[in-house]
């Protein structure tokens, strides 16, 4: 996850972050409904 999407690093963390709308939209991306076993071209 953390090479796909855009990564932030704010002051007094030690581990980068990702957007929570990032993430949700990579999951919504990457999730297939039961009718479909392969990622959109």
């Keep these: 996850m953390f090479r796909t999407l855009p990564v932030v690093f704010l002051p007094g963390y030690s581990t980068g972050m990702v957007k929570a709308s990032d993430y949700v939209a ?16």
Excluded at 28 to 34: A, G, H, P, R, V
């Design 26 to 41: 990579l999951l919504e991306k990457q999730t297939f409904s039961k009718d479909r076993v392969r990622p959109r071209p």
